[in-house]
């Protein structure tokens, strides 16, 4: 059973940069595709950026330019590098991964808040 575990969430300044880490476990599959989602009070899940086995990107129209999304195959641990943080980036953030027979998993959260 494939687990994922982010970590890295939490209080920002305005302007600053958090590194969101998702790391998978248990039965180890091959992951076509690793993504971040979020979700504000209110609001309806997300996609935020995503990144394919070949390293091909997409972004939100709302981070482009702010957020980077990377991904290590050998530790199946996809990244989220967040800069210029807003406080409308405000949100939990859930990473999400494909495996080759188009299962998903979800990982639990992680809190994002940015405010002074």
């Known amino acids: 059973q494939v687990q994922l575990v982010e970590s890295g969430g939490g209080l920002v300044q305005p302007g600053g940069s958090l590194r969101l880490s998702c790391a998978a476990s248990?039965?180890?599959?091959?992951?076509?595709?690793m993504a971040w989602y979020r979700q504000a009070p209110g609001n309806q899940r997300e996609l935020v950026a995503g990144i394919t086995a070949g390293n091909i990107t997409n972004y939100a129209d709302s981070v482009k330019g702010r957020f980077t999304i990377s991904r290590d195959n050998a530790k199946n641990t996809v990244y989220l590098q967040m800069n210029s943080l807003k406080p409308e980036d405000t949100a939990v953030y859930y990473c999400?991964?494909?495996?080759?027979?188009?299962?998903?998993?979800w990982g639990q959260g992680t809190q994002v808040t940015v405010s002074s």
């Open positions: 248990g039965s180890m599959a091959w992951f076509v595709y």
């Open positions: 999400k991964f494909r495996d080759s027979g188009l299962n998903s998993y």
